[in-house]
């Protein structure tokens, strides 16, 4: 099961979000999946190095995930000042397949609606211009009506978050 950031910090299972999900851990990608990350890192402006760990998310009839921000609670940022990542400054969800009905990411400040069609790629700045969680940013996974939605998900921070070990030639495009 899915979980979310409390304000205090802790990953919790919470009822907004009923979705099932898998971290790739870095220390076992293959070529592909490092290739697949920094393209969707691209999107974002940023190199790969500024992303957390590729997680993979799957949507069964009836599950959602309603109106949130991708921002983390200040207890697990560290600025870039202090050495930290920072906060997450960009969202980039992959969609993999198209045998579902429902499903579309929503972003009810813009009134804007986003069909999963796979192959498509959808990236957005979390953070306004004074680098505070965007309001507009606020999204939801409207509920699966049928089918399996699958996506990817890479969240992208202000600041290196990879240890070099993980970035494995980072001047690949």
């Known amino acids: 099961p899915s979980k979310t950031a409390d304000p205090e910090g802790r990953w919790v299972k919470v009822g907004l979000r009923t979705s099932d999900e898998a971290l790739i851990d870095p220390l076992l990608e293959d070529v592909v999946l490092r290739q697949v990350q920094r393209r969707m890192a691209a999107t974002a402006g940023l190199p790969v190095s500024h992303a957390e760990p590729l997680i993979v998310l799957r949507y069964a009839a009836g599950q959602?995930?309603?109106?949130?921000?991708?921002a983390l609670p200040d207890s697990l940022v560290t600025p870039v000042e202090r050495g930290g990542s920072g906060?997450?400054?960009?969202?980039?969800?992959?969609?993999?397949?198209?045998?579902?009905?429902?499903?579309?990411?929503?972003?009810?400040?813009?009134?804007?609606?986003?069909?999963?069609?796979?192959?498509?790629?959808?990236?957005?700045?979390?953070?306004?211009?004074?680098?505070?969680?965007?309001?507009?940013?606020?999204?939801?996974?409207?509920?699966?009506?049928?089918?399996l939605k699958w996506i990817c998900t890479?969240?992208?921070?202000?600041?290196?978050?990879?240890?070099l070990a993980w970035v494995v030639d980072a001047s690949l495009p």
């Open 154 to 163: 890479l969240w992208m921070r202000q600041g290196p978050h990879r240890p």
């Open 87 to 147: 906060q997450r400054v960009a969202t980039v969800i992959t969609y993999l397949n198209a045998s579902c009905t429902g499903g579309a990411t929503v972003f009810p400040r813009l009134d804007l609606r986003v069909q999963p069609h796979a192959g498509n790629v959808l990236s957005f700045s979390n953070l306004d211009g004074e680098g505070r969680p965007d309001p507009d940013a606020v999204h939801a996974g409207d509920p699966v009506t049928a089918g």
């Open 64 to 70: 959602e995930y309603r109106p949130h921000s991708d």
